[in-house]
């Protein structure tokens, strides 16, 4: 079992930056690739990144390349999501999630354990 616990989030200007953390239970954290997504408020939630069990490769949605970049301690069972220049489009309910797949997860039933969200919200 895998408890995922979202810290970081808050009120920020657009163009400003967050860094949004996720500590993780459990001894095998570095078996899990570490995701996050997002949900606005009346939308679906969606992917935003992903990173591999040893940290050396990554993935990201459109929308925030060249933005966000993931990033994760496996020492200290932490993985981050660093958000740049943000827009008020980014407000949203964060999530990480702990996929055990061995391909690139970017679909909420290929995750197995998610976090309870921390709330960014973004003004213009």
């Known amino acids: 079992q895998v408890q995922l616990v979202e810290s970081g989030g808050g009120l920020v200007q657009a163009g400003g930056s967050l860094r949004l953390s996720c500590a993780a239970s459990?001894?095998?954290?570095?078996?899990?690739?570490m995701g996050w997504f997002r949900q606005a408020p009346g939308k679906e939630r969606e992917f935003v990144a992903i990173?591999?069990?040893?940290?050396?490769?990554?993935y990201y949605a459109d929308f925030v390349k060249g933005r966000f970049t993931i990033s994760r301690d496996n020492a200290k069972n932490t993985v981050y999501l660093q958000m740049r220049s943000l827009r008020p489009e980014d407000t949203a309910v964060y999530y990480c999630?702990?996929?055990?797949?061995?391909?690139?997860?970017?679909?909420?039933?290929?995750?197995?354990?998610w976090g309870q969200g921390t709330q960014v919200t973004v003004s213009s």
């Open positions: 459990g001894r095998t954290f570095s078996y899990y690739a």
């Open positions: 999630a702990g996929s055990s797949t061995v391909l690139r997860a970017t679909s909420l039933h290929e995750y197995d354990y």
């Open positions: 990173i591999n069990g040893s940290g050396g490769n990554t």
